[in-house]
């Protein structure tokens, strides 16, 4: 499934739209490799989120209410990051690519095709686009605990040796990582897991490092309204009380 423009749905009469259609990404020949979900059905819309966008990329509804990762995730921490943070990079990329051949590119061809060259602007914000996307998958109402039975649990096994393995390395590379960036876990080519850390809006897929299964935003707007300075207390309140295990299983090769 592909994070095409046309999948970037945002505002409220825009998904039902496109959900009642049925059709809005059947045919999209801008199609790539990102594995990040159509418009599905969106739980609420936060009160911080989003007039409609003006440009070829919309933002996509959350996955869940903004109250449904309380006390984890605030309400108020999740409505500006969405809202705010979230919606601020897709309008400074709807920008960018305005009249220009971007316009009509996948999110991931933009990013892609921007990573490593002069065009910084659009690639952070394109990337930035596709990281927040990924990353509020990530997290469910509820989640935490381990995975169930199935081929996450045996190569978290084969990877990492057991949970706590995995999640000592994760909480290693999200509270170590200097600045601002991500936290990842990713299966390489070989089907292996890795836990990786990136910077600013570098992630897996442009780098090439892994595909990505789960992220953890470790920006300060991700976590200062709620924890001040203590980004570990973040980090284990993620993976203790949202990391949503069975995103993770559903992106494996
Ligand atoms: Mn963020």
Redesign the pocket.
């Known amino acids: 499934m592909s994070l095409s423009r046309r999948d970037l749905v945002g505002s409220f009469a825009a998904v039902a739209a496109a959900t009642l259609a049925g059709t809005a990404h059947a045919g999209d020949k801008k199609q790539g490799t990102s594995p990040l979900p159509a418009s599905g059905t969106p739980a609420a819309a936060p009160a911080a989120a989003a007039a409609p966008a003006s440009g070829p990329f919309v933002l996509p509804a959350l996955p869940y209410a903004d109250t449904d990762l309380a006390p984890a995730i605030s309400q108020n921490t999740l409505a500006f990051?969405y809202g705010k943070?979230h919606q601020g990079y897709l309008n400074k990329l709807n920008e960018l690519v305005a009249g220009k051949e971007w316009a009509d590119k996948s999110l991931e061809a933009v990013m892609k095709g921007t990573y490593g060259t002069d065009k910084l602007p659009l690639y952070n914000n394109s990337a930035q686009v596709w990281n927040?996307t990924f990353y509020w998958q990530s997290m469910k109402k509820g989640g935490g605990g381990a995975p169930g039975p199935g081929k996450l649990s045996d190569a978290i096994k084969a990877s990492f040796g057991d949970g706590d393995g995995l999640k000592k390395e994760l909480t290693q590379a999200a509270v170590s990582n200097f600045g601002s960036g991500w936290a990842w876990l990713v299966q390489d080519a070989e089907g292996k897991l890795k836990v990786l850390k990136t910077s600013n809006a570098d992630n897996p897929v442009v780098m090439a490092t892994g595909r990505p299964l789960l992220t953890i935003?470790v920006?300060e707007?991700?976590y200062y309204l709620d924890y001040q300075n203590k980004r570990a207390e973040y980090v284990a309140a993620w993976l203790d009380k949202l990391v949503n295990w069975s995103w993770a299983e559903s992106q494996m090769a």
């Open positions: 990051h943070h927040h935003d920006w707007h991700a």
